[in-house]
């Protein structure tokens, strides 16, 4: 495809019309640097469709004329950073042309009231309202599909969010986590704007920063008066230092919710921003549902796809069912059962190819537990309270520090109520007694009759959901994805868009 540069609203309009490719949207305000060549890139690599750059440096949103002034101005170096990148095409319109009072389609858009009143909206009046007005203005010309934002602006990144959510517009934003220098400070057009000692400042504080963050992770503490001293103590001119909560920008005490630990200083005449987000525990993602809802291909895929540790509780109960059964364990009798439950290690193991295998007391079971016989076994069994106690806290041991997707029945309600995202999967009876005999099949259990599965199915589901010790029920905070015509890549590319919303691209590439 041919590079091509974009100077009019009309050049843009015909461009457009004659374009049916999605696109993928990175707006800038020019003097590109390492943090927009990795949102042009991304825009390019990850997606389908044609990725436009707009360069526009938008004075609505510098509430300081002088600020303006000295931004550093486009240069034509810009257009070859951005091609380079991967952009196919570069919008630069002209402000006359881009704000003219007398249009029609100019709406001055208000940031969202809450966003706006805190960090960086409460000494830049104004600033994120032209922020606002601008990128609306540039959306609806541009049509884009997915809209690339550094997180480096992250209240910036919230507040377009929320607008695109006000304005009903569907576009998907897809964020970039911070990029920083070699010496630790992040790419910003302003940078080039500070003297050495300024610079350095700029290092101390987002060293900092970054100090408080690890003494938070590693001793559950962080001491904002002394942290402030400490930056104070090097001259260093600072506007805002603040724990807040990462969605709500609400001043916030780091907790198991996310937060973000966010400052602007004063270096010289420049104003720079710096953040680090506090997460105590990796994120744990909770997938119930009943039995043939798709859970363990899409939990297997996910898993895989976030880089996270599967856990399988279905397996561990099948595991512990077929444990009984071959050991002969009346399991009926509670005394029995429990001196049978103690120092029983079950375990799982992973190869590279994040294939899973299941051991009991070390006998790899992976496939021993795929049987009919456990499948008729597995729900009488998982409803004895003394097995459920055992399991729940053999899960809640591997899912002490986090970083894991668990599939099962009460993962949202009873094993990891506090999980970060809760996903309730299910499927119409029919639609999982297809998926339950095709899975037979693949493991070589011959074929069954779909009405024989479609029963099982039916008393798997009266078991489950009316036992009276943790029964299957949709938590209330858990998202129900019904999967029925889904493909797994759907059901995980929506768990995943869910995901990101949740938790912040930094965190997820630590
Ligand atoms: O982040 C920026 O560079 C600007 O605020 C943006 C999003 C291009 C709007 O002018």
């Given at each position: 495809?041919?590079?091509?540069?974009?100077?009019?609203?009309e050049?843009?309009?015909?461009?457009?019309?004659?374009h049916?490719?999605?696109?993928?949207?990175?707006?800038?305000?020019?003097?590109?640097?390492?943090?927009?060549?990795?949102?042009?890139?991304?825009?390019?690599?990850?997606?389908?469709?044609?990725?436009?750059?707009?360069?526009?440096?938008?004075?609505?949103?510098?509430?300081?004329?002088?600020?303006?002034?000295?931004?550093?101005?486009?240069?034509?170096?810009?257009?070859?950073?951005?091609?380079?990148?991967?952009?196919?095409?570069?919008?630069?319109?002209?402000?006359?042309e881009?704000?003219?009072?007398?249009?029609?389609?100019?709406?001055?858009?208000?940031?969202s009231?809450?966003?706006?009143?805190?960090?960086?909206?409460?000494?830049?009046i104004?600033?994120?309202?032209?922020?606002?007005?601008?990128?609306?203005?540039?959306?609806?010309?541009?049509?884009?599909q997915?809209?690339?934002?550094?997180?480096k602006?992250?209240?910036?990144?919230?507040?377009?969010?929320?607008m695109?959510?006000?304005?009903?517009?569907?576009?998907?934003?897809?964020?970039?986590?911070?990029?920083?220098?070699q010496?630790?400070?992040?790419?910003?057009?302003?940078?080039?704007?500070?003297?050495?000692?300024?610079?350095?400042?700029?290092?101390?504080?987002?060293?900092?920063?970054?100090?408080?963050?690890?003494?938070?992770?590693?001793?559950?503490?962080?001491?904002l008066?002394?942290?402030t001293?400490?930056?104070?103590?090097?001259?260093?001119?600072?506007?805002?230092?603040?724990?807040?909560?990462?969605f709500?920008?609400?001043?916030a005490?780091?907790?198991?919710?996310?937060?973000?630990?966010?400052?602007?200083?004063?270096?010289?005449n420049?104003?720079?921003?710096?953040?680090?987000?506090?997460?105590?525990?990796?994120?744990?993602?909770?997938?119930?549902?009943?039995?043939?809802?798709?859970?363990?291909t899409?939990?297997?895929v996910?898993?895989?796809?976030?880089?996270?540790?599967?856990?399988?509780?279905g397996?561990m109960?099948?595991?512990?069912?077929?444990?009984?059964?071959?050991?002969?364990?009346?399991?009926?009798?509670?005394?029995?059962?429990k001196?049978?439950?103690?120092?029983?290690?079950?375990?799982?193991?992973?190869?590279?190819?994040?294939?899973?295998?299941?051991?009991?007391?070390?006998?790899?079971?992976?496939?021993?537990?795929?049987?009919?016989?456990?499948?008729?076994?597995?729900?009488?069994?998982?409803?004895?309270?003394?097995?459920?106690?055992?399991?729940?806290?053999?899960?809640?041991?591997?899912?002490?520090?986090?970083?894991?997707?668990?599939?099962?029945?009460?993962?949202g309600t009873?094993v990891?109520?506090?999980?970060?995202?809760?996903?309730?999967?299910?499927?119409?009876?029919?639609?999982?007694?297809?998926?339950?005999?095709l899975?037979?099949?693949?493991?070589?259990?011959?074929?069954?009759?779909?009405?024989?599965i479609?029963?099982q199915?039916?008393?798997?589901?009266q078991?489950?959901?009316?036992?009276?010790?943790?029964?299957?029920?949709?938590?209330?905070d858990?998202?129900?994805?019904?999967?029925?015509g889904?493909?797994?890549?759907?059901?995980?590319?929506?768990?995943?868009?869910?995901?990101?919303?949740?938790?912040?691209?930094?965190?997820?590439?630590?």
């Amino acid at each position: 495809m041919p590079k091509i540069i974009l100077e009019t609203i009309e050049e843009l309009s015909k461009w457009r019309n004659h374009h049916n490719d999605d696109i993928n949207f990175v707006p800038t305000m020019g003097d590109l640097h390492s943090g927009h060549e990795k949102l042009i890139q991304s825009a390019k690599n990850s997606y389908f469709g044609s990725t436009l750059v707009s360069i526009f440096v938008n004075p609505l949103q510098f509430n300081n004329k002088e600020d303006l002034k000295s931004y550093p101005p486009k240069s034509i170096k810009d257009h070859e950073i951005a091609f380079q990148s991967g952009a196919d095409v570069i919008f630069i319109p002209r402000e006359e042309e881009l704000l003219d009072k007398n249009c029609q389609d100019l709406n001055f858009i208000r940031a969202s009231k809450e966003l706006n009143s805190t960090l960086c909206g409460l000494n830049r009046i104004g600033h994120f309202d032209g922020v606002c007005t601008v990128v609306y203005r540039l959306l609806k010309l541009v049509q884009p599909q997915l809209l690339f934002l550094g997180e480096k602006d992250w209240q910036q990144l919230l507040i377009i969010k929320n607008m695109l959510k006000e304005m009903k517009l569907n576009i998907k934003i897809k964020s970039i986590p911070t990029q920083r220098d070699q010496d630790g400070i992040p790419y910003s057009s302003r940078n080039k704007l500070l003297k050495t000692k300024d610079r350095e400042k700029l290092i101390f504080f987002s060293q900092k920063l970054n100090e408080a963050k690890n003494t938070f992770l590693k001793e559950d503490r962080l001491d904002l008066v002394e942290l402030t001293k400490e930056i104070e103590g090097k001259n260093i001119n600072i506007e805002y230092l603040k724990v807040v909560d990462a969605f709500s920008l609400k001043e916030a005490i780091p907790s198991e919710k996310i937060s973000m630990l966010a400052g602007a200083i004063k270096c010289g005449n420049t104003r720079l921003i710096d953040h680090v987000f506090l997460m105590k525990t990796q994120p744990i993602i909770a997938i119930d549902g009943p039995a043939g809802s798709g859970k363990s291909t899409v939990t297997k895929v996910l898993a895989k796809k976030l880089k996270l540790l599967y856990l399988d509780t279905g397996a561990m109960y099948r595991a512990l069912s077929w444990f009984l059964i071959n050991e002969n364990i009346d399991y009926s009798n509670n005394d029995q059962l429990k001196k049978s439950l103690k120092g029983l290690s079950i375990v799982f193991k992973t190869d590279v190819n994040s294939n899973q295998d299941i051991l009991i007391n070390d006998i790899c079971v992976t496939k021993l537990i795929r049987t009919q016989e456990i499948n008729s076994i597995v729900s009488k069994i998982a409803s004895i309270p003394a097995v459920r106690e055992f399991l729940v806290n053999e899960q809640r041991q591997i899912g002490a520090s986090g970083g894991l997707v668990a599939e099962g029945r009460d993962i949202g309600t009873k094993v990891f109520p506090n999980a970060t995202l809760k996903i309730y999967l299910t499927a119409s009876i029919d639609e999982r007694a297809k998926r339950r005999k095709l899975e037979l099949e693949d493991n070589e259990y011959g074929s069954i009759e779909l009405s024989i599965i479609k029963e099982q199915i039916k008393q798997r589901d009266q078991n489950d959901m009316n036992r009276s010790h943790s029964p299957l029920i949709k938590a209330k905070d858990a998202i129900l994805i019904e999967s029925d015509g889904l493909s797994v890549e759907k059901i995980v590319e929506n768990i995943i868009d869910i995901y990101n919303e949740k938790i912040p691209q930094e965190l997820q590439t630590e």
